[in-house]
Nanobody
Framework: QVQLMESGGGSVQSGGSLRLSCTAS???????LAWFRQFPRSEREWVAG??????AVFADSVKGRFTISQDTAKTLYLQMNKLTPEDTAMYYC???????????????????WGQGTQVTVSS
């Protein structure tokens, strides 16, 4: 069982920055964390996470602007720079079993989700 808690969302002007945090509480097992976001009336889309080689990878839409870091096994950060109104969305942290490595960009392989944190970017 994994519980995820996101924080750090808010409102910012275009060009600004925000840092999201995801803290995971687990009762056992190894899990890999990732970030997703969801636009109104859309499915959740993968934003950033770790591939099978445990390298940080990013969606094309955020590459070069977003970074991720992990200071412990249970806290993941998403640093978002040069934000645009198109980044406005609900951002979610998700966890998948560490051995489940295929299709890491697919929401379907993630078993646990946080409640989400809203990011709003104004022009």
């Amino acid at each position: 069982q994994v519980q995820l808690m996101e924080s750090g969302g808010g409102s910012v002007q275009s060009g600004g920055s925000l840092r999201l945090s995801c803290t995971a509480s687990t009762s056992g097992g190894n899990y890999i964390l990732a970030w997703f976001r969801q636009f109104p009336r859309s499915e959740r889309e993968w934003v950033a996470g770790f591939n099978t080689a445990n390298n940080a990878v990013f969606a094309d839409s955020v590459k070069g602007r977003f970074t991720i870091s992990q200071d412990t096994a249970k806290t993941l950060y998403l640093q978002m720079n040069k934000l645009t109104p198109e980044d406005t969305a609900m951002y979610y942290c998700a966890a998948r079993p560490a051995l489940r490595t295929n299709s890491y960009r697919s929401a379907q392989i993630y078993d646990y989700w946080g409640q989400g944190t809203q990011v709003t970017v104004s022009s």
